[in-house]
């Protein structure tokens, strides 16, 4: 009933129709993308990454805070923004997910494809572990009756066990999910999101079994992340490794 309640508001039409123009825009989409990593950016750093003028990003961070998109926050004499909450962190990864084509482009430069690949071999999706090393994870917890997939995403009593043991706080908040689905956008196939998804990220990064790789969102799985992913899911480096290609994902 609230979603039918929400669908016959007159308001909704106007403000979808300004959610869909913030993202209409090049520059405004490469920020929401940059912003998944988690991180407070400058508005000098997205400049930089966007390869426009600072004049130019700071009419395009405005305008996307005032849209609730971002938040902004003064450290000094920097102004950093960041994602306004997880739940805008999954309108931009869906939005991504459902306009990239399955197929690839050849990558514009050696840098682009090294991006690339490492992008679609592991990366963050705001909070929790995607592309190939996320999927694997995803995967492999579901094979060993962790998670189940055939009724949406829900955790087991044996996963349950298995993550509170490993050392994960389940601890929900809000209207967060203990765990959802979230399509992978090069993958084209799920990964785990949710509470529960954050936690495995979080104890994979502080742990020292995944690291991340430069300064975007880009992670691998170390030596130590290798033997423990074998030991505790059963997972063999060639089910996240990327394979050889001229291309890069878009």
Not at 49 to 70: D, F, K, N, W
Not at 77 to 104: I, N
Not at 172 to 181: H, I, Y
Request: positive net charge.
């Amino acid at each position: 009933m609230d979603s039918i309640a929400r669908a016959s508001d007159p308001d909704s039409v106007p403000r979808l129709a300004a959610l869909a123009a913030l993202l209409a825009d090049e520059t405004r989409a490469a920020v929401c993308l940059a912003l998944l990593d988690r991180r407070a950016w400058t508005a000098g750093e997205l400049a930089r990454h966007c390869g426009v003028a600072p004049s130019t990003i700071s009419e395009h961070l405005t305008r996307l805070v005032e849209g609730g998109l971002l938040v902004g926050e003064r450290q000094g004499r920097h102004r950093y923004v960041r994602l306004a909450d997880a739940g805008v962190a999954r309108l931009v990864e869906d939005l991504a997910a459902y306009t990239t084509p399955a197929t690839l482009r050849p990558a514009a430069s050696l840098r682009a494809h090294s991006a690339g690949a490492a992008l679609a071999r592991g990366r963050t999706c705001y909070d929790h572990l995607a592309g190939r090393l996320g999927v694997a994870i995803t995967d492999a917890l579901t094979a060993r009756g962790l998670l189940r997939q055939d009724a949406g995403f829900a955790i087991t009593d044996a996963g349950l066990a298995w993550l509170t043991d490993l050392g994960a706080d389940l601890t929900t908040s809000g209207k967060r999910p203990l765990a959802r689905p979230c399509l992978d956008w090069t993958e084209r196939r799920h990964h785990l999101a949710g509470t529960a998804g954050a936690e495995l990220c979080r104890l994979f990064l502080s742990r020292g079994w995944t690291e991340r790789v430069g300064t975007g969102r880009a992670v691998r799985a170390t030596e130590t992340g290798r033997t423990e992913l074998n030991r505790l899911l059963g997972i063999h480096p060639e089910e996240f490794e990327p394979t050889t290609s001229n291309t890069a994902p878009i």
